[in-house]
């Protein structure tokens, strides 16, 4: 599978989706004007990558995948595809392929945290918490 690179901006986040790395890590603002069509790419490549581990069962499972949300800010549509990634992640878990799920948040933002309190709870993954100080 290819590195999915996208740069952020100030209404878009920054995505460095890297197989070979087993790191995926989403960060910055997501206020896109169509969230749609910004995220969905995201998430067909999430799916490509179920389908690939899937194919190969003998796939080497032993360092589990890393995701980080690094999100400053992001907006009510946006919050569904952040759902629905986390629920995408959910189910590589179940599908046997071990990952790890970071949330940050500021330490002055009791919002964020609570809004990845509230995604975890939904999509019934544990997110592993990571407070950043100024």
């Known amino acids: 599978m290819e590195t999915l690179k996208i740069d952020g901006s100030s209404v878009s986040p920054k995505v460095y989706f890297s197989p070979q790395e087993r790191l ?22 999430l799916e490509d990558l179920g389908s690939w581990y899937l ?8 360092e589990p995948f890393t995701f980080k949300f690094k999100y400053i800010y992001f907006n009510s549509s946006s919050a569904k595809f952040i759902y629905d990634i986390i629920l ?15 949330w940050y948040y500021d330490e002055d933002d009791d919002e964020l945290r609570e809004a990845g309190e509230e995604l975890s709870e939904m999509a019934h993954i544990p997110l592993q918490y990571v407070e950043i100080s100024h």
């Open 24 to 45: 995926l890590e989403i960060s910055g603002y997501s206020r896109p004007e169509n969230a749609r069509d910004f995220y969905n790419p995201l998430l067909q490549w």
């Open 55 to 62: 194919k190969h069962p003998s796939a080497d499972n032993s």
């Open 88 to 102: 995408q992640v959910s189910e590589l878990q179940k599908a046997g392929v071990p990952v790890k799920v970071y």
